[in-house]
């Protein structure tokens, strides 16, 4: 039997990439402003109510990721006069450190802190060029980055790590290139670059998984399977090894981005 879901809306204007507090109390996500404003970090809690603007400055803040403590956030700032960079600051708005070079060709997203909270996983373009993007693995500062995957791997904008912190989830392949069908899928990888599997192995272009998180008992990876030649899309879970693979929730018209498994109840 499948496992049934319920959806709701916490929020009623545009928001992207949640990311869930270490409480479960909490959501960051990334808000769109109107008007092609920008956008902004904001919180909300878990059962809806207000939205709170965390990043009210003049750059556009997006990706936030809590630290396991629940008291910091790293995120993505650009569009500020200076190259993409990431950030990390308190929950409150204050105490902003930025995580990457001044000076640096490459742009970087995703940042995401592991359980232990001493490192941080982030997204790394090679100097802006398309589809060319790793993941990178460095200390929660910032500092001795590594990557993990060459950039031809196309890393999509969405990676987590295992609760045991042994392990990422990410997307290989994310975009179709050079005009070929997208052949997107859910890979995995030790978190010192071991161990790399890649569990979907969609080929041929009708169908493309996309890495959500995974769950808190580190037993089953959430992931978005899409049907290239309709648009539509289900939210699916499995083992980290492919196999026992269900199907969580689907409705016409779904577009699920940046899926985040919540935090243990």
Same mark, same amino acid.
């Given at each position: 039997?499948r496992?049934q879901?319920?959806?709701?809306r916490?929020?009623?204007?545009?928001?992207?990439?949640?990311?869930?507090?270490?409480?479960?109390?909490t959501?960051?996500?990334?808000?769109?402003?109107?008007?092609d404003?920008?956008?902004?970090?904001?919180?909300?809690?878990?059962?809806?109510?207000?939205?709170t603007?965390?990043?009210?400055?003049?750059?556009?803040?997006?990706? &936030?990721?809590? !630290? $396991? @403590? *629940?008291? =910091? +956030?790293?995120y993505e700032? #650009?569009?500020?006069?200076?190259?993409?960079?990431l950030?990390?600051?308190?929950?409150?708005g204050?105490?902003?450190?930025?995580?990457?070079?001044?000076?640096?060709?490459?742009?970087?997203?995703? &940042?995401?802190? !592991? $359980? @232990? *909270?001493? =490192? +941080?996983?982030?997204?790394e #373009?090679k100097?802006g060029?398309?589809?060319?993007?790793?993941?990178?693995?460095?200390?929660?500062?910032?500092?001795?980055?590594?990557?993990?995957?060459?950039y031809?791997?196309?890393?999509?904008?969405?990676?987590?790590?295992?609760p045991?912190? =042994?392990?990422?989830?990410?997307?290989?392949?994310?975009?179709?290139?050079?005009?070929?069908p997208?052949?997107?899928?859910?890979?995995?990888?030790?978190?010192?670059?071991?161990?790399?599997?890649v569990?979907?192995?969609?080929?041929?272009?009708?169908?493309?998984?996309?890495?959500?998180?995974?769950s808190?008992?580190?037993?089953?990876?959430?992931?978005?399977?899409?049907?290239?030649?309709?648009?539509?899309?289900?939210?699916?879970?499995?083992?980290?090894?492919?196999?026992?693979?269900?199907?969580?929730f689907e409705?016409?018209?779904?577009?699920?981005?940046?899926?985040?498994?919540?935090?243990?109840?």
């Open positions: 039997m496992p879901a319920r959806c709701r916490r929020t009623a204007s545009d928001a992207t990439q949640p990311d869930w507090s270490p409480d479960g109390r959501i960051a996500f990334e808000h769109d402003l109107p008007d404003a920008g956008a902004e970090i904001a919180l909300v809690g878990s059962n809806g109510g207000p939205v603007p965390l990043s009210k400055d003049v750059c556009v803040n997006g990706q &936030p990721a809590f !630290s $396991p @403590d *629940g008291e =910091r +956030l790293a700032s #650009y569009d500020c006069g200076t190259d993409d960079a950030y990390s600051r308190d929950v409150n204050k105490a902003m450190d930025r995580l990457t070079p001044v000076a640096s060709p490459d742009g970087y997203t995703d &940042p995401n802190y !592991s $359980p @232990d *909270g001493r =490192r +941080l996983s982030y997204v #373009y100097n060029i398309e589809f060319q993007q790793a993941l990178v693995v460095a200390r929660a500062d910032g500092s001795h980055p590594r990557r993990m995957t060459p031809s791997f196309d890393v999509g904008i969405k990676q987590a790590w295992s045991s912190g =042994r392990q990422l989830v990410f997307t290989k392949n994310a975009d179709p290139i050079k005009g070929g997208l052949e997107a899928d859910v890979a995995v990888i030790g978190a010192d670059g071991s161990g790399l599997r569990p979907t192995h969609y080929r041929g272009g009708r169908l493309s998984a996309f890495a959500g998180s995974y808190p008992n580190g037993r089953w990876i959430v992931y978005r399977l899409q049907n290239n030649q309709t648009g539509r899309s289900a939210i699916w879970r499995m083992w980290p090894d492919g196999s026992h693979r269900q199907m969580i409705r016409e018209g779904l577009r699920a981005r940046g899926i985040d498994w919540g935090a243990p109840s």
